[in-house]
């Protein structure tokens, strides 16, 4: 059995086993006896390693039997292994090479928190996003079949990742080209089948076998030759896998199902893949596992201990506390409370999460108002166009997602929502850089597939307070609106109690100096305020991206040499765009810069860092307006 620890280690832990399986192909030359005490020190490292850096770690925690299994019975990297949300993947970049670099794990130049093809060639597809393991295995399996090539394909895809309908997509696909490749479903929540144990483990080993499928198949072609026969039979198996298992799903849809068995159980994953290694056709394996699997703390609370930060160095009894900075609540809990107070003066509000109840800042309001609370789990076309239908019988539904996210339902946000002008409120988080998480999670593109779209209210709020109005007003808007902002907390605001809306497509000059205009949409507002001071410029807070400000850009225009638009969105069609947009279908010429996110990926850093590097923080937005005013002579 696993050795359970009840503390993250802050010294490095001894791997004797780890040391000498620094790569697959070392691995598999150790011998079977010793993979259990190998998963221990696995899982010991991987806790002190997340210690040092922060990041993900009770997934990666559970799946520590998983990918040593994995890595011992197939080829990898010659076998396909795809990963379902990268989250899990930390075990598997320490078996693969990466164990010396994990200390720069979410870093800046660091390795990412998610698997990524350029990093390694045991990564075979970048994660980033739930549910799309089945999809890119399925492909790599019908492409190794049209190259004749025996490389084998697995996709290995959480209980989560499952419920949503691109998964499903991909299973039925799998069944119609009769693919090659083995699905294996980590279910970590129990949330499928509570049937695992002696004789569960026991019949997957049976089911799996070669010799059960050789006589599977020799019965079949006897008893096809008999009118009905065969499908008697099948009928007669399946009904009595299903009493004991819960397939029949699965095996519905043409994929040969086994499990459910314990993934922490090492001879049987291992006996079991390597019998289903070899089966012909879609195989689905089904193992249940325990987030956090050996830390006690994350057993108790997986949710709690998803990720954690990195571990503070352990204070002397002398040593004086570090002055903590001044901050506002984060935004996400701005919006929290917005909910419930709107909920309360409002009986038609309903508030929809895909799967991030937490993160969104939902929890108060589900218990508050648990019949007018609904996570559509990991389905965010599901969640859109849901809002869509509660919009067309007079609820005011709130879409509480992500901005990455959103993309994933942008036509049902274009079709469903927009084109019928419903009232749908989107409270989009985690706008803008993300962070460590890197750009698979950063909300750079919303202002410009937001904007774009006839009929959207877009607005961008500055500090909390703004938030606050901005999504009583878009609540109260006839029609679809958005408020995105961004992870974090914010300046500290003074948050009123109201319900108070804005007047819609109005901004609001924050100073005013002379020659060059700094025109804001979000959160750059204070480091604007500090460069306007270096300036002499005028600071604009605009609020709003569509309708845009008309009036005040013209003014703008005529009282100044320069405008320079800030956002923290991709420059191409963003924010900028709209102004620059504007004044050309005015015939007003005026010098125009604009600063925003780069026509490239910016990866993985600390949040400070990458608007640095994009130019967003004080010092590059000074530098790069006194670069212009100097190209102008001004």
């Known amino acids: 059995m696993p050795t359970t620890f009840h503390e993250i280690p802050r010294e490095r832990p001894l791997t004797p086993l780890l040391d000498r399986a620094s790569t697959p192909d070392a691995l598999r030359r150790l011998g079977e006896a010793e993979l259990e005490t190998l998963a221990d020190e696995l899982r010991e490292y991987l806790l002190y390693?997340?210690?040092?850096?922060?990041?993900?770690?009770?997934?990666?925690?559970?799946?520590?039997?998983?990918?040593?299994?994995?890595?011992?019975?197939?080829?990898?990297?010659?076998?396909?292994?795809?990963?379902?949300?990268?989250?899990?993947?930390?075990?598997?970049?320490?078996?693969t090479g990466r164990r010396e670099r994990m200390s720069s794990l979410r870093q800046k130049d660091?390795?990412?928190?998610?698997?990524?093809?350029?990093?390694?060639?045991?990564?075979?597809?970048?994660?980033?996003?739930?549910?799309?393991?089945?999809?890119?295995?399925?492909?790599?399996?019908?492409?190794?079949?049209?190259?004749?090539?025996?490389?084998?394909?697995?996709?290995?895809?959480?209980?989560g990742a499952m419920t949503a309908?691109?998964?499903?997509?991909?299973?039925?696909?799998?069944?119609?080209?009769?693919?090659?490749?083995?699905?294996?479903?980590?279910?970590?929540?129990?949330?499928?089948?509570?049937?695992?144990?002696?004789?569960?483990?026991?019949?997957?080993?049976?089911?799996?076998?070669?010799?059960?499928?050789?006589?599977?198949?020799?019965?079949?072609?006897?008893?096809?030759?008999?009118?009905?026969?065969?499908?008697?039979?099948?009928?007669?198996?399946?009904?009595?896998?299903?009493?004991?298992?819960?397939?029949?799903?699965?095996?519905?849809?043409?994929?040969?199902?086994?499990?459910?068995?314990?993934?922490?159980?090492?001879?049987?994953?291992?006996?079991?893949?390597?019998?289903m290694r070899d089966l012909e056709g879609p195989q689905f394996l089904h193992i249940i596992t325990r987030k956090g699997k050996g830390f006690s703390p994350a057993e108790a609370d997986p949710i709690g201990y998803h990720a954690i930060t990195k571990l503070e160095p352990v204070k002397t009894a002398n040593a004086p506390a570090a002055p903590k900075a001044v901050s506002g609540p984060k935004y996400s809990s701005v919006f929290g409370q917005w909910l419930c107070d709107m909920a309360a003066a409002d009986?038609?509000?309903?508030?929809?999460?895909?799967?991030?109840?937490?993160?969104?800042?939902?929890?108060?309001?589900?218990?508050?108002?648990?019949?007018?609370?609904?996570?559509?789990?990991?389905?965010?076309?599901?969640?859109?166009?849901?809002?869509?239908?509660?919009?067309?019988?007079?609820?005011?539904?709130?879409?509480?997602?992500?901005?990455?996210?959103?993309?994933?339902?942008?036509?049902?946000?274009?079709?469903?929502v927009a084109v019928q002008n419903l009232d749908v409120l989107f409270a989009i988080d985690r706008a803008g850089l993300v962070g460590e998480d890197g750009p698979t999670h950063a909300g750079s593109f919303d202002l410009s597939y937001l904007r774009c779209i006839p009929g959207m209210l877009v607005m961008t709020p500055s500090d909390e307070n703004e938030l606050r109005r901005m999504l009583t007003t878009g609540h109260l808007h006839n029609g679809p609106a958005?408020?995105?902002?961004?992870?974090?907390?914010g300046p500290n605001a003074t948050i009123e109690t109201e319900l108070t809306p804005l007047e819609i497509g109005k901004g609001v000059v924050r100073r005013q100096g002379k020659q060059t205009a700094l025109l804001v949409f979000g959160v750059q507002l204070a480091e604007a305020l500090k460069v306007a001071e270096q300036l002499d410029a005028t600071v604009v807070d605009m609020r709003f991206v569509k309708p845009l400000d008309e009036a005040l850009v013209r003014e703008l225009a005529g009282s100044h040499e320069l405008l320079v638009t800030i956002e923290e969105n991709s420059i191409m069609g963003g924010a900028g765009s709209a102004v620059s947009e504007f004044l050309a279908q005015e015939?007003?010429?005026?010098?125009?810069?604009?600063?925003?996110?780069?026509?490239?990926?910016?990866?993985?850093?600390?949040?400070?860092?990458?608007?640095?590097?994009c130019g967003l923080d004080a010092d590059g937005i000074e530098s790069a307006v006194r670069k212009r005013l100097a190209q102008l002579n001004l």
Request: glycine share 10%.
């Open 49 to 95: 390693t997340v210690g040092q850096t922060g990041g993900h770690f009770g997934a990666g925690l559970g799946v520590i039997e998983l990918t040593v299994a994995l890595h011992y019975v197939f080829d990898t990297p010659d076998d396909r292994l795809v990963w379902d949300v990268g989250h899990q993947a930390y075990p598997h970049k320490i078996l």
């Open 110 to 159: 660091g390795i990412a928190a998610f698997p990524r093809r350029s990093e390694s060639e045991y990564d075979t597809f970048g994660v980033g996003h739930s549910s799309t393991s089945i999809s890119a295995a399925l492909g790599m399996a019908i492409a190794a079949r049209l190259q004749g090539s025996k490389r084998k394909s697995v996709a290995v895809i959480g209980d």
């Open 165 to 275: 309908g691109m998964a499903f997509e991909a299973l039925n696909h799998a069944t119609e080209v009769n693919a090659n490749m083995l699905v294996i479903l980590n279910d970590n929540d129990m949330s499928i089948s509570k049937n695992v144990g002696g004789l569960s483990n026991y019949l997957a080993k049976i089911l799996s076998s070669r010799t059960y499928a050789s006589m599977r198949e020799g019965s079949k072609k006897i008893l096809s030759r008999l009118p009905g026969a065969w499908e008697i039979a099948r009928k007669t198996e399946e009904h009595a896998k299903g009493m004991l298992v819960p397939g029949t799903l699965f095996e519905e849809l043409g994929w040969n199902y086994i499990g459910p068995i314990d993934g922490h159980d090492l001879p049987t994953l291992l006996a079991t893949l390597r019998n």
């Open 347 to 416: 009986p038609r509000l309903i508030g929809i999460t895909p799967a991030m109840k937490e993160g969104s800042d939902l929890v108060a309001f589900s218990e508050k108002y648990p019949e007018r609370y609904f996570d559509v789990a990991i389905a965010e076309q599901h969640a859109v166009t849901l809002a869509a239908g509660m919009a067309c019988e007079g609820s005011k539904p709130v879409v509480a997602i992500y901005s990455t996210f959103l993309q994933r339902a942008y036509d049902q946000l274009i079709h469903d």
């Open 482 to 489: 958005a408020v995105r902002y961004p992870r974090g907390t």
């Open 587 to 613: 015939a007003i010429a005026k010098p125009i810069l604009h600063l925003g996110l780069p026509d490239y990926y910016v990866e993985h850093a600390k949040p400070a860092q990458m608007l640095a590097e």
